[in-house]
């Protein structure tokens, strides 16, 4: 089984930064794409952003400039700088991480989720 731990979700004025993050242990052999994800109340959950295990980043439209992902694969974790952050971003927020298992079977899991909420 493969666990993913976050946190660093908080309150935070607009404007604000936060920075989440997400390790990942238990019978992991190796790491492909590590991506954040959000769920605003009401609305269907969404990708943020993405990182694979060369390094390569995608995002979405509405963080692009703002957000930054990154990785440290020795400590199997994955980063969401936040900066500028604006009310829209209130959700959510919950990390994916899809890899091998030690037992070279593909695995996909999810964290619990944290709670990003920006103040106007």
């Known amino acids: 089984q493969v666990q993913l731990v976050e946190s660093g979700g908080a309150l935070v004025q607009a404007g604000g930064s936060l920075r989440l993050s997400c390790a990942a242990s238990?019978?992991?052999?190796?790491?492909?794409?590590m991506n954040w994800y959000r769920q605003a109340p009401g609305k269907e959950r969404e990708l943020v952003a993405g990182?694979?295990?060369?390094?390569?980043?995608n995002y979405a439209d509405s963080v692009k400039g703002r957000f930054t992902i990154s990785r440290d694969n020795a400590k199997n974790t994955v980063y969401l700088q936040m900066n500028s952050l604006k009310p829209e971003d209130t959700a959510v927020y919950y990390c994916?991480?899809?890899?091998?298992?030690?037992?070279?079977?593909?695995?996909?899991?999810w964290g619990q989720g944290t709670q990003v909420t920006v103040s106007s």
């Open positions: 990182i694979t295990s060369g390094g390569s980043t």
């Open positions: 994916n991480v899809n890899g091998v298992s030690r037992w070279m079977s593909p695995f996909t899991s």
């Open positions: 238990g019978t992991i052999l190796s790491i492909n794409s």
